[in-house]
């Protein structure tokens, strides 16, 4: 009988009748999509939305992604909280690997998520997080059991670094030249995106732009991609996991140390997000 209701009540609806929601979310950056296209970051007011069903979705680095499906009322006026978690909370470190350790650590002091470890030329160990903030912070440690935090973090928010949306997920590798490039995410104004850095001594990063991917698929040519992850092979390229928006992880190889991308054909995981991926000792994956 309700359904019954509900549809009568829309059959009776005038053609074009438009409704209005307000979206937010209890932490900062929240990306949010209507129907799978990109609206913005929390908060968001929509208006002018055809009056029906739809899905509403709002994804967070290091949080599962919800999702809400309504129904607009006519000339009404709703209002949507998705909760990840306070913005206050102390963040859990995830699962990194120190020498020939892997594990989650505690009592680190550590106090961020999407956590990448590299081990400098000096032999001390380097970790990038995504912070409280903006930016992407660092700490130093000598064993890896205690880290001793840089205040200014390794990449500072800039004007031409899209510097409005938080840094989230770095990826920190080695490079051939001695240095090191960082991959992480943003969200601009196309959604989620990568952007890389570079950085001569692992500690000080200055933003290049945009990762550079080609032959990107056709359902894909939005470009919203996000979280990544990656590891150097045997041949020594590099291939890269990332968390695309239709709910899948993809991958892509670079021959140049991350200067340019390859993408792989089709998804190495589907319904997935948040990869990580390690070389094991019988030499598979």
Not at 11 to 32: E, F, H, Q, Y
Not at 127 to 133: L, V
Not at 223 to 237: E, T
């Amino acid at each position: 009988m309700v359904l019954l209701f509900i549809t009568l009540l829309l059959l009776l609806l005038p053609a074009g009748a438009m409704g209005s929601v307000r979206v937010d979310a209890d932490l900062p950056g929240v990306a949010i999509f209507v129907d799978g296209s990109y609206i913005g970051t929390t908060p968001q007011n929509l208006s002018d939305v055809q009056v029906g069903e739809h899905k509403i979705a709002a994804t967070v680095t290091g949080h599962q992604a919800q999702s809400r499906n309504i129904t607009f009322p006519l000339n009404g006026s709703d209002q949507i909280i998705f909760t990840f978690g306070s913005s206050t909370q102390k963040y859990v470190p995830g699962m990194i690997r120190i020498r020939d350790c892997v594990g989650t650590p505690e009592m680190t002091g550590l106090l961020g998520s999407s956590i990448t470890v590299a081990t400098l030329p000096d032999g001390n160990l380097m970790a990038y997080y995504s912070g409280i903030g903006e930016g992407v912070r660092c700490a130093g440690s000598a064993d890896g059991s205690e880290w001793h935090e840089f205040p200014d973090g390794c990449l500072l928010p800039s004007d031409e670094s899209n510097a409005s949306s938080p840094f989230s997920s770095p990826w920190v590798f080695s490079t051939s030249d001695g240095g090191y490039r960082m991959i992480y995410g943003i969200n601009d104004e196309n959604g989620p995106s990568l952007y890389s850095a570079r950085s001569k001594d692992g500690f000080r990063f200055t933003p290049e732009g945009k990762v550079k991917l080609s032959q990107v698929p056709d359902q894909d040519m939005k470009g919203q991609y996000s979280i990544p992850s990656g590891l150097r092979m045997a041949d020594g390229k590099l291939r890269m996991y990332y968390a695309v928006s239709e709910g899948a992880i993809r991958s892509a190889v670079s021959g140049d140390d991350g200067k340019t991308w390859m993408n792989d054909e089709g998804y190495r995981l589907e319904s997935a997000t948040d990869p990580t991926v390690a070389l094991l000792q019988n030499g598979t994956y």
